[in-house]
């Protein structure tokens, strides 16, 4: 698998607390729902995934050019570069199997 250097060494360590744990921020002020959840290595933003309605996510990436975010759905250890449109595991965690939505 190639790995960018964007998610080279990326642990959980690298990334601040999520802004909103327990939500996408944007769907949780609009009021809509989402499928899951991705945080943002650079702020903390908490955003739903593309095969949520608002795909938050990818907007916040838009929006700041912030390049790494991670799942952070529970078992989850993947990590996406939406620069280079690169999969990585986060360091230190067991790889999982199959393919993810960003």
């Known amino acids: 698998m190639e790995i ?3 998610l ?31 945080e943002c ?3 903390g933003h908490v ?15 838009k929006d700041t050019n912030h390049p790494v975010m991670r799942s952070i759905q529970p078992g989850a250890a993947w990590t996406w570069c939406y620069v280079h449109e690169l999969q990585g595991e986060l360091a230190g965690e067991p790889a999982h199997a199959g393919a993810k939505s960003t």
């Open 8 to 38: 080279r060494n990326v642990s959980a360590a690298d990334f601040p607390a999520p802004r909103t744990p327990d939500g996408c921020e944007e769907c949780l002020a609009q009021g809509t729902r989402w499928v899951e959840l991705r």
């Open 41 to 43: 290595r650079d702020c």
């Open 4 to 6: 960018c250097v964007d």
């Open 47 to 61: 955003g739903c995934c593309d095969s949520s309605p608002g795909k938050h996510a990818t907007a916040h990436f």
